[in-house]
């Protein structure tokens, strides 16, 4: 995390851009959890489950608060329902729900472009500085180093920490944010079913974690042995004709190929865990659904806690705190898989 750090002091010139990210990753949250929260208006006029309620109701305190809203909502579906009928009611509500998510999709595009706009310029301020590092070396410097392993880190492991360090910025600040406002809504919905999804979701969070710290040593591995093979690209392409003077054709290729074949098993390894990320968040994922699904309906069968509305609206947006917990695991990965390539970045 040390290195994260360091990298990301090259993004301090960009402050600019880095505000407009975070205010445009808070407004597609916002406008994701609204256009949900439309789901409920729109069941109950469907399904006709609005409660008549003729006049509006006092707020108590927080915790009446869900009562109030309820009573609330159900005032003015009945006073709208009253004024102009269901059906163009419904019109206006789906009309708000797409206002929404277009709102949404663009603060999504806006925030996409300030941390693309980051993210390039941090690759190119970073390529500057190796660069200019290279020409205040030392020559000795250069007597020790494979120049292929100098390239290496100028090319493949900038981009590296252009994709696998910055791109997880955005994911940090966005995922964390979506999934503590929409568990705040959710416990708003039901307190005792969202206890039970916090309870779950630290649960499934330290298992992908675990899995997660496996995955720097062989990402570091294959930097190496990467470097290792452009080092002797270079050096067999340079030396050509004293390689086919010596006949030294097949066991130049012969210490080629055993160096790729290392780079094939440390990759492996490394994309094997990355992509373990995924199907584990998701099968983890899927049983905390059922059991949501399980004790939610409890509530509805039993107990008369919960309304079908708010439970299938509960659903959706426990979906919406699955998948940036799902990107957030995916970021972590990617955190660690990019350490690899700024310690080698930083050490120059």
Do not use: C
């Not at 789901?39 to 109701?57: E, W």
């Not at 970073?126 to 100028?154: C, M, N, Q, T, V």
């Amino acid at each position: 995390m040390k290195q994260y750090l360091k990298i990301l002091r090259f993004a301090l010139p960009y402050s600019r851009q880095i505000i407009l990210s975070i205010f445009f990753n808070i407004g597609t949250v916002l406008f994701s959890l609204a256009s949900i929260t439309t789901l409920i208006p729109i069941l109950r006029i469907i399904f006709n489950t609005a409660k008549p309620q003729t006049s509006p109701v006092e707020y108590t305190g927080i915790l009446g608060l869900k009562d109030y809203l309820t009573g609330q909502l159900n005032y003015k579906m009945y006073t709208w329902s009253e004024a102009i009928g269901p059906q163009r009611m419904l019109f206006y509500v789906l009309l708000v729900t797409v206002g929404l998510f277009l709102l949404k999709n663009l603060f999504r595009f806006l925030g996409a472009i300030a941390i693309t706009y980051i993210k390039n310029g941090v690759e190119r301020d970073l390529r500057a500085s190796l660069h200019k590092k290279f020409l205040e070396l030392p020559i000795a410097y250069y007597s020790e180093r494979r120049k292929g392993d100098l390239i290496a880190r100028f090319s493949t492991d900038v981009l590296d920490i252009q994709y696998a360090v910055l791109s997880s910025v955005h994911r940090l600040v966005q995922d964390p944010l979506m999934i503590i406002l929409t568990l705040g809504i959710l416990i708003l919905f039901s307190a005792k079913l969202t206890l039970l999804v916090i309870v779950l979701l630290p649960i499934s969070g330290f298992i992908i974690s675990r899995i997660g710290k496996t995955l720097k040593k062989p990402a570091q591995a294959a930097k190496q042995e990467l470097a290792v093979l452009l080092s002797q690209l270079e050096e067999h392409i340079s030396g050509i004709q004293i390689i086919k003077s010596y006949v030294a054709e097949r066991r130049v290729h012969k210490h080629f190929s055993d160096s790729n074949q290392r780079y094939f098993r440390y990759m492996n390894k490394t994309m094997f865990r990355r992509d373990l990320s995924s199907p584990v968040s998701e099968v983890l994922g899927a049983l905390i659904l059922v059991v949501i699904v399980w004790y939610g309906g409890n509530l509805i069968l039993n107990t008369n806690e919960l309304e079908a509305d708010f439970f299938i609206t509960y659903i959706v947006l426990f979906y919406q705190v699955t998948v940036p917990a799902k990107s957030l695991s995916n970021a972590f990965y990617d955190i660690k898989r990019g350490e690899a390539s700024a310690d080698r970045v930083l050490e120059i």
